[in-house]
C-alpha cells in the first residue's frame, strides 16, 4: 500500500489517508501503545509526523480527502493553496523537536509548493521512531535511484537548497538514518545540474593547522606571545615574579610566583596583553657580559633569573627587550615587533600549578597556558579540534562507558580495569600473544619484583633511581619493585649456554612494571605509576640486525594495522657524545636499521646524535583520527646490558662472543595504548574491538523467554550479547545509543512468531527483519573481516 501510495504521490491527499493509516498500525505493531510515554523524545518525532498527515488532510480540500483523483486534476495549484499553512505545521515541528520558541524564527523558510510538503514529510517522518521508518522503508535520502518515486518529482538542486533549512528535523548522528549534506552530495544515483551549483551549499575548506616546525613564523609568534604576557602580569599583578616561559605544541606558557589565579584575572592580563599588542613595540636584541646580566636582574628583584642566569653556560648573555619597558634573559627568537601577533589569533587557556624546576621541594608556581596562531581561520579550528579531543577525552569516556577508574582508596596511577574494560584488554592480549608466537617469539612470565642487586648489575639504580620506588628488606636482603623487564630476560637467556646456531632468540612479555611519577604529572591512562609493557628481546648476532628489525618493523606494522593506525611518523637516532661499544659496531647497527627502513619503504627523519647512550634506535609514533600523533613503538639496539651481564655465546670458531640485544615494543604499553584506542575511536570500538557485541531488547516482558534463547545461542557462537529489560523500548534504545552498542537486536511478538530478530546497526543504520542464525553469521563475518554489520 506504501508502495502504491508512492507511486501516485503527485495527488497527497487521497494517498496521505492511507499512509496515516499505514503510520499508525506501523507504531502499533512495532512499539504498542506502552512507548507513548510524555516526554519522549522519539515518540514526540512520531505524533509530529501524524501531526504533519493530519495537517495535510486538514488543509486539502473536503472534496478530494478519500477521493481517488481525476486525470485532470490541477495538483500543482492544490498544493500551492496548502503551503502557508505547512509553514506553520513546521514551526510547530520545531517545538514538538524540543527547540525553544525563541530559536524558531531563524529556521523558518517558506513553505509555498508541493516540492515543500513533501520534503517536510520526509524530514518529519525519517526523524521518528526507528521502528516507524523500518517498517515504512523511508529513504534515508530522496534524491538517490531507489526513492525517486517516493520524491519525483522534487529535484536534488531543491533538496539541497532546502536541507540547511528543515536540517532541524534530522538528529545528528554520525551512524543513524541519515539525511547529511555530504550524503546527498556524493549520491550518484541522480544526475546533478550543473547549472544548479549557486543553490548547492559549499562544504567549508579544512583549514590545515601548521605546527612549530613546519611554520617559524608562527614559533616566533607564539615565543614572543610568552614573552607578552609575562609583560601584562606583571603591568597587573605588579608584585609578580617571572621564570620561564617557552613556545610548545599548541601555544605557549609562563610560571609566574604569584598568588593563586582565577578566569577573572586571565581576562584582565588577556586585555593587557591586547593593549601591547596594539602598541606595535618593538622588540630588540641585546648582548651583555654574565656581569652586566647579574647586576640587572639584582636590581629588579627577580632571584628566579639569577638561577637562571646560572644554568647558562654559553657566552655572551641575551635579552630581548619589549619597547623600553620590559626584558628578560632570552635566546629568541621573536617576532619583530608586537603588532605582528594578531591579538584576535591570542588566547589564554589555563592556569596550573607547577613546582619550580619539576622539584616537589621548591615553590609551587602558577602556569599560565595560552594558545596562539597566525590567524583567526586557524584559533577557530583548533579550538574546533580542541572540543572534539574534549568529546573523546578518555577519562571521561571510561567513566561513561564503565572501561576503568583510577581508585583514590589505592592511590594515584594505579589503573583498576573493569569488566568492559578488561575484555577489550584481553582480545588486545589474545592478538598479541597470536600474532607474536606465529613471528617465532617464545611467551614470558617473571616476577615483579627482585634483588636489587639485579638493579645495580643493569644499572637502573644508577641512572634511574628518581623513577624507581623504595626498596623493601626482605629477610635481611633488599628487594626491588622492577622499573623494566630487560633484566628478567636476559637471566632467562643466561641459564645455559648458547652457540651461534641457536640465534636469533626471541622472547616476548607482557610484563607490568611500576615507576615512580609525581602525582601533579599523572594523566589518566597516559601516565601512570603501574602499567603493562608489550616488552620482547632479540639476541642475533651482528650480521642478524638487519634482518631481525625488519622483522619487527613488519610485526610492528601488522599488530597496528589490526586496530586501524596506518598512519606513522618514523624517526631513527644515531650515536650521541657519549656512548658505550667501538665505533664500529656503531656504525655496523646504525647501518642495519637504516637499510631495514629503506627495505620496508618507509620516509623517516635522522635524529642526529639522539640515539641512547647504548645503542641507535627507531621510534614510531602512530596518528590517531584527530592526526595527533603518539609515541608507541620503539626499537633500540643494546650494546650495555649484554656487557653488564656479561652474556656470551659460542661461535663458529668456538671462542666466546658477545651477542647483539635488540630491546621492542610496539603497543608500548597496555593502558597507554588503550587510552589512545578510546580516543581514536571516541570510545565506538568497531564491532570485533566492542566489549558488548550485541544488545538483545524486548518490546515487552512477554518476549524475555524468547530472547534468552537468543541470547545464549549468540554466546555459544562466541558473540558477546547481552539482554537488557525493565524500561520501555525508547529507552533501552537510548541506553544502548549512549553504552555505543554496536548492534541492537529488537524483539516483539511479531519476532517471536517467525523466530528472527530486528537489528538495527550503529554503524550500517537499519538492517530490518532476519533469521536469528543469519544474524549470528553476519556478526561472526564482520568480526573475522574486522568490517562492520
Known amino acids: 500500500m506504501f508502495r502504491r501510495w508512492a507511486l501516485h504521490q503527485t ?65 500543482e495549484e492544490e498544493s500551492q493553496e496548502i503551503g502557508g499553512d505547512l509553514q506553520d505545521l513546521h514551526i510547530q515541528g520545531l517545538f514538538f523537536l524540543g527547540h525553544k520558541p525563541q530559536n524558531l524564527q531563524q529556521h523558518q523558510e517558506p513553505v509555498e509548493t508541493k516540492d515543500d510538503a513533501m520534503f517536510i514529510l520526509h524530514r518529519m517522518a525519517s526523524s521518528s521512531h526507528p ?197 628578560d634573559l632570552c635566546a629568541g627568537p621573536h617576532v619583530e615587533t608586537t603588532g605582528n601577533i594578531n591579538r584576535r589569533a591570542v588566547q589564554l587557556e589555563s592556569v596550573a600549578g607547577a613546582y619550580w624546576r619539576g622539584d616537589v621541594n621548591k615553590p609551587m608556581l602558577q602556569r599560565i597556558y595560552g594558545t596562539a596562531w597566525e590567524n583567526e581561520e586557524q584559533l577557530k579550528a583548533y579550538l574546533h579540534f580542541k572540543e572534539e579531543a574534549k568529546r573523546r577525552d578518555h577519562r571521561r569516556l571510561g567513566q561513561d562507558l564503565d572501561l576503568f577508574s583510577i581508585q583514590d582508596d589505592a592511590g594515584g596511577g594505579l589503573v583498576f580495569w573493569h569488566p568492559k574494560g578488561a575484555v577489550v584488554r584481553h582480545i588486545i592480549e589474545v592478538l598479541w600473544k597470536k600474532i607474536h608466537t606465529k613471528c617465532g617469539y617464545d611467551l614470558l612470565y617473571t616476577p615483579h619484583v627482585a634483588k636489587a642487586d639485579l638493579w645495580s648489575i643493569s644499572g ?5 633511581r628518581e623513577n624507581m620506588y623504595d626498596q623493601m628488606k626482605i629477610e635481611e636482603e633488599l628487594y626491588q619493585l622492577r622499573p623494566m623487564n630487560c633484566p628478567y630476560h636476559i637471566l632467562i637467556y643466561k641459564r645455559k649456554p648458547h652457540s651461534y646456531r641457536d640465534f636469533p632468540i626471541r622472547v616476548a612479555e607482557l610484563g607490568t612494571v611500576y615507576r615512580y611519577e609525581l602525582s601533579g604529572s599523572l594523566h589518566g591512562l597516559f601516565r601512570v605509576r603501574g602499567f603493562t609493557q608489550d616488552d620482547a628481546h632479540i639476541f642475533c648476532l651482528e650480521d642478524q640486525i638487519k634482518d631481525e628489525i625488519k622483522g619487527v618493523l613488519d610485526l610492528t606494522e601488522q599488530m597496528l594495522l589490526q586496530f586501524g593506525f596506518e598512519k606513522y611518523e618514523v624517526n631513527l637516532s644515531t650515536k650521541p657524545e657519549k656512548a658505550v661499544g667501538d665505533d664500529d659496531i656503531w656504525v655496523k647497527a646504525t647501518g642495519a636499521l637504516k637499510d631495514a627502513l629503506n627495505d620496508k619503504g618507509w620516509t623517516y627523519e635522522v635524529d642526529e646524535g639522539g640515539g641512547a647512550f647504548y645503542g641507535p634506535k627507531i621510534d614510531l609514533k602512530i596518528e590517531d583520527a584527530l592526526g595527533r600523533k603518539w609515541q608507541c613503538s620503539t626499537i633500540q639496539v643494546d650494546f650495555n646490558l649484554p656487557q653488564r651481564f656479561d652474556i656470551t655465546y659460542i661461535d663458529s670458531n668456538s671462542e666466546r ?57 549468540m554466546k555459544a557462537s562466541g558473540i558477546r550479547a547481552e539482554l537488557c529489560t525493565g524500561e520501555r523500548l525508547p529507552k533501552l534504545i ?21 523466530q528472527s530478530v530486528t537489528v538495527r546497526s550503529r554503524f550500517g543504520g537499519e538492517l530490518g527483519t532476519m533469521d536469528v542464525h543469519d544474524f549470528i553469521d553476519r556478526i561472526n563475518n564482520a568480526v573475522e573481516t574486522r568490517t562492520f554489520v
Open 460 to 464: 637502573h639504580l644508577d641512572f634511574y
Open 734 to 754: 537510548r541506553n544502548a545509543e549512549k553504552q555505543k552498542i554496536p548492534l541492537m537486536a529488537v524483539v516483539g511478538p511479531k519476532e517471536v512468531k517467525t
Open 131 to 327: 521502528l516507524f521508518t523500518s517498517s515504512l522503508r523511508l529513504p534515508s535520502n530522496p534524491t538517490s535511484s531507489s526513492s525517486s518515486l517516493l520524491f519525483n518529482p522534487i529535484s536534488k538542486q531543491f533538496y539541497d537548497r532546502k536541507l540547511p533549512s528543515f536540517s532541524l528535523f534530522h538528529k545528528p548522528h554520525s551512524h543513524r538514518f541519515s539525511s547529511s549534506p555530504a550524503a546527498v552530495a556524493t549520491d550518484t544515483g541522480t544526475a546533478v545540474d550543473n547549472n544548479a551549483s549557486d543553490d548547492v551549499p559549499k562544504q567549508e575548506e579544512k583549514v590545515v593547522l601548521p605546527t612549530n616546525e613546519s611554520s617559524q613564523t608562527l614559533l616566533r609568534i607564539r615565543h614572543t606571545c610568552a614573552h607578552v604576557m609575562a609583560m601584562a602580569v606583571q603591568k597587573v599583578f605588579p608584585d609578580a615574579k617571572v621564570t620561564i616561559g617557552p613556545w610548545i605544541e599548541h601555544g605557549f606558557y609562563y610560571d609566574f610566583d604569584i598568588e593563586s589565579l582565577t578566569d577573572k584575572d586571565l581576562k584582565r592580563i588577556k586585555k593587557e596583553m591586547d593593549r601591547i599588542i596594539g602598541r606595535n613595540l618593538p622588540l630588540v636584541r641585546e648582548e651583555v657580559t654574565r656581569d652586566e646580566a647579574q647586576k640587572r636582574i639584582t636590581a629588579i628583584n627577580e632571584p628566579y633569573k639569577l638561577e637562571i642566569l646560572d644554568s647558562i653556560k654559553e657566552e655572551p648573555i641575551t635579552i630581548y627587550h619589549i619597547g623600553n619597558e620590559w626584558w
Open 11 to 75: 495527488h497527497p491527499t487521497y494517498y496521505l489517508k492511507e499512509f496515516s493509516v499505514i503510520a499508525t498500525r506501523s507504531m502499533i505493531r512495532g512499539g504498542g501503545s506502552g512507548h507513548r510515554k510524555r516526554g519522549d523524545g522519539s515518540i514526540r518525532r512520531w505524533i509530529f509526523s501524524q501531526s504533519v498527515v493530519d495537517g495535510v488532510l486538514a488543509m486539502a480540500p473536503k472534496a478530494a480527502v478519500g477521493k481517488k483523483p481525476a486525470a485532470a486534476d490541477k495538483t
Open 657 to 713: 662472543k658477545r651477542p647483539i640485544m635488540i630491546h621492542r615494543a610496539v603497543l608500548g604499553s597496555l593502558e597507554r595504548f588503550f587510552g589512545v584506542l578510546i580516543e581514536h575511536y571516541a570510545g565506538d570500538f568497531p564491532l570485533w574491538l566492542s566489549p558488548i557485541q550485541a544488545r538483545i531488547l524486548p518490546v515487552t516482558d512477554t518476549q524475555l523467554e524468547y530472547c534468552k534463547e537468543i541470547m545464549e545461542k
